[in-house]
């Protein structure tokens, strides 16, 4: 019987499975393997150990792979062991980048003034968050469309976001740099309400 490519893999060496992920470019060298899906970091899969069953039957027990972050892993390769309570740092702000020469260690405090002073941080206001759907620009037109008499259920479908998403624009709690909530009038009635 021929052992899985999943067999495979785990008995290549550790170094040999790394760089088979790893496309090199003039800049950066990009990790191709697994990758976190909240943070594109690359994973690899190493250091197994057997663990307990969880089913119905005790004698059965499974191998469990530990994750590890390419990144780290490259940084390992290249300059030996992590200092305790490190952080390995990106240079090129690439989540996906491998290459040694990018990298660099800090501690988590470091880690985090350099993720805010790039505008990487997961609050950052406005255009400033990568995960921003809307410019500023966009953001006014809705907040004046809005005071203009266009309803906030049809800016919605005109922009593709949830109904709430333009309330909160308009309000102000969203994109506040840009001003604060504008009056909300209610169907047949006369009076300025903020919500």
Not at 112 to 124: F, N, Q, V
Not at 136 to 157: D, Q, T, V
């Amino acid at each position: 019987m021929r052992p899985s490519n999943e067999f495979i893999e785990r008995t290549t060496p550790l170094e040999k499975r790394f760089w088979s992920k790893v496309q090199k470019t003039n800049t950066c060298w990009i990790w191709t393997g697994a990758k976190r899906s909240n943070t594109y970091y690359g994973i690899l899969y190493c250091g197994a150990r057997w663990l307990g069953s969880n089913g119905p039957d005790p004698n059965v027990k499974r191998l469990r792979y530990r994750a590890v972050a390419a990144h780290r892993l490259s940084w390992q390769m290249a300059n030996g062991a992590i200092p305790l309570g490190m952080c390995v740092c990106h240079h090129c702000d690439n989540p996906a980048c491998v290459r040694p020469d990018h990298l660099f260690l800090g501690t988590p405090r470091e880690n985090a003034m350099d993720r805010t002073a790039k505008g990487r941080s997961p609050g950052a206001p406005g255009e400033s968050n990568r995960h921003a759907k809307l410019t500023s620009a966009a953001a006014l037109y809705i907040r004046n469309a809005y005071a203009s008499g266009i309803s906030s259920i049809e800016l919605a479908k005109e922009f593709g976001l949830a109904l709430i998403s333009i309330q909160q624009i308009i309000n102000g709690r969203h994109w506040k740099k840009i001003g604060g909530p504008i009056p909300i009038r209610r169907r047949g009635d006369n009076r300025r309400v903020y919500i």
